[in-house]
């Protein structure tokens, strides 16, 4: 692609290596992948990027309970869990950023010394209650009355464990001075935190006044030391929220560096989870103006994953290993459900015999037995050869407007991240061609003396021709358009159809070209192979 091809930069939040990843972690990176690799459909020129935040207290504590150092922790949590896990999801990320790499830290040093060279940052002290889970000096609204052994103490409302009391001399990042900036912000961009419901949560929250943020610690010495008073460290949350800029080559002389910024900056998209929604939408853009850089396009804050009505936790060992459901189903059922199940913004629910029975439903009996049957016909009435196609009917003509019309629906569901909305646009048309296939009964057509020849082979041109064909154009259309989704079926799907080399390969399938017909020739070999998604028993929670 040439020089000058605009990025479509997407972000996750970069993940605390306190633990293992769960199914919370991997519901974020997966949202993530299928919009990037929607965008790579498109042609576009594609940055995805995601990775781990390594400093601050919680993880010094954790590392200290395991008898290792911080760095060692998470040293071996990245290389034996959270890198590993990227290949289970089947994610194509295009970078990985650690806090504790070089690259990144010092350049988050030449920020933070810009800043405190124009007055943004000064000297001061601050007492309050402190989430270590959070990694956040809470305000009063943000607590709760403790129960149980928690009872007589003020607990965090997103961990529910009790907060500590500080005091510490810190520096403050001057974030008061942009309260109004930031609610200019939101109003001339409606767009900029979504869904609704964050935008209004974040705008109430500024509307309340912002305080100056504490942006060092110096009770501990597990982070990036302040370049002027290396008696401190940066606050966990100022260094983590830099990622997304040091790591496409903020604050570097080296060339490459510095087109690598210059192309890719601004991101389109922060994806985060709702609880740390205030840091992205909040404190992030502050420190961006502060330094006079352009504002990411959207903040999106999904919601929770629920198991048992309750947040999915790694304190609280409630936490779901993305193997534990990709060893049974795979990576493909695993994108497809959460993705599928779940409206994206909104807390959702997960159960193993949910799971199952859209599995069992959709992708087994709906998408995966219709490639079945299609390649099983042109098998058995073809000899593996789809054949010429004849004169076209309105039910024909349906299937192609309906086929057309998913990729419309889902283009415009995938712009405003309604991830839900967009697999269903693309779900009419296999519900559309398995209705068309009981229809049309191709089995019952193939009986018809008019569609064989002397030798009793089914003839080109026919009605039972032209059926066969339509299915199989759906089919391509469909690998094209759930790649994203579901991209290890849509390769077998596109390898199954025969596609020719000349189309190129899947990934290079240009998404607007998925709903027009007509695109596989007569004589290509189809073969029925392996089942896309074979039944599964329903499991039993592990």
Do not use: C
């Given at each position: 692609m040439p020089a000058a091809?605009?990025?479509?930069?997407?972000?996750?939040?970069?993940?605390?290596?306190?633990?293992?990843?769960?199914?919370?972690?991997?519901?974020?990176?997966?949202?993530?992948?299928?919009?990037?690799?929607?965008?790579?459909?498109?042609?576009?020129?594609v940055w995805f990027l995601t990775g781990t935040d390594e400093h601050g207290q919680k993880v010094m504590r954790t590392a200290e309970a395991h008898g290792v150092s911080p760095q060692a922790w998470a040293d071996r949590l990245v290389e034996t869990a959270w890198k590993p896990v990227l290949k289970t999801l089947d994610v194509?990320?295009?970078?990985?950023?650690?806090?504790?790499?070089?690259?990144?830290?010092t350049r988050v040093q030449g920020f933070i010394q810009d800043l405190y060279d124009k007055g943004e940052i000064y000297a001061g002290s601050y007492e309050g209650p402190y989430c270590v889970g959070c990694e956040e000096y809470k305000l009063p609204g943000d607590l709760m009355d403790g129960t149980g052994e928690f009872e007589g103490h003020k607990v965090c409302a997103i961990h529910g464990t009790p907060v500590e009391m500080l005091a510490e001399e810190n520096y403050f990042f001057r974030m008061s001075a942009y309260t109004q900036r930031l609610l200019d912000l939101y109003e001339a961009?409606?767009?900029?935190?979504?869904?609704?419901?964050?935008?209004?949560?974040?705008?109430?929250f500024v509307k309340q006044g912002l305080q100056d943020l504490s942006i060092s610690r110096n009770t501990f010495n597990w982070g990036i030391p302040?370049?002027?008073?290396?008696?401190?460290?940066?606050?966990?949350?100022?260094?983590?929220?830099?990622?997304?800029?040091?790591?496409?080559?903020?604050?570097?002389?080296?060339?490459?560096?510095?087109?690598?910024?210059?192309r890719t900056w601004p991101p389109n998209v922060h994806l985060v989870g709702k609880d740390i929604l205030r840091f992205h939408a909040v404190i992030w853009p502050a420190m961006l103006m502060a330094?006079?850089?352009?504002?990411?396009?959207?903040?999106?804050?999904?919601?929770?994953?629920?198991?048992?009505?309750?947040?999915?936790?790694?304190?609280?060992?409630?936490?779901?290993?993305p193997s534990s459901i990709i060893d049974t189903f795979g990576s493909d059922a695993f994108r497809f459900y959460f993705l599928r199940a779940i409206v994206f913004g909104q807390d959702g629910s997960f159960s193993w015999e949910d799971l199952h029975a859209r599995y069992t439903s959709e992708l087994a009996n709906g998408f995966g037995n219709?490639?079945?049957?299609?390649?099983?016909?042109?098998?058995?009435?073809?000899?593996?050869?789809?054949?010429?196609?004849?004169?076209?009917?309105?039910?024909?003509?349906?299937?192609?407007?309906v086929a057309a019309?998913?990729?419309?629906?889902?283009?415009?569901?995938?712009?405003?991240?309604?991830?839900?909305?967009?697999?269903?646009?693309?779900w009419t048309l296999v519900e559309t061609t398995n209705g068309y296939l009981t229809e049309q009964e191709p089995w019952k057509v193939a009986k018809d003396p008019a569609e064989v020849d002397a030798a009793g082979a089914s003839v080109p041109g026919g009605r039972l021709a032209t059926i066969l064909v339509t299915a199989a154009e759906a089919l391509r259309a469909l690998a094209v358009l759930l790649a994203p989704v579901t991209p290890q079926a849509a390769d077998a799907l596109w390898e199954l159809l025969g596609a020719e080399p000349a189309l190129g390969p899947l990934a290079s399938q240009p998404v607007a070209d998925a709903g027009r017909f007509g695109q596989l020739p007569a004589g290509t070999v189809v073969t029925k192979g392996a089942s896309l998604f074979p039944r599964i028993e329903e499991p039993t929670a592990s």
């Open positions: 091809t605009p990025t479509f930069y997407l972000t996750t939040p970069i993940y605390y290596v306190n633990d293992a990843p769960h199914i919370g972690h991997a519901y974020t990176t997966v949202a993530g992948d299928v919009i990037t690799r929607w965008h790579r459909q498109r042609q576009e020129r194509r990320n295009d970078d990985f950023i650690r806090t504790t790499q070089e690259r990144h830290a961009n409606p767009t900029f935190v979504q869904p609704p419901s964050a935008r209004n949560e974040v705008i109430a302040i370049p002027w008073d290396t008696s401190h460290v940066l606050y966990v949350w100022f260094d983590a929220l830099l990622n997304y800029a040091t790591a496409v080559g903020l604050g570097s002389d080296e060339p490459a560096d510095k087109d690598q910024f210059a330094a006079g850089l352009p504002l990411p396009g959207q903040v999106f804050a999904h919601g929770w994953l629920l198991v048992g009505g309750e947040k999915m936790s790694k304190s609280k060992l409630t936490g779901i290993a219709l490639a079945s049957r299609v390649a099983a016909m042109i098998g058995k009435y073809f000899g593996g050869t789809l054949p010429d196609a004849g004169p076209l009917t309105p039910a024909e003509e349906h299937v192609a407007a019309r998913a990729v419309v629906d889902a283009e415009a569901a995938i712009d405003r991240l309604a991830l839900n909305e967009a697999i269903a646009a693309i």
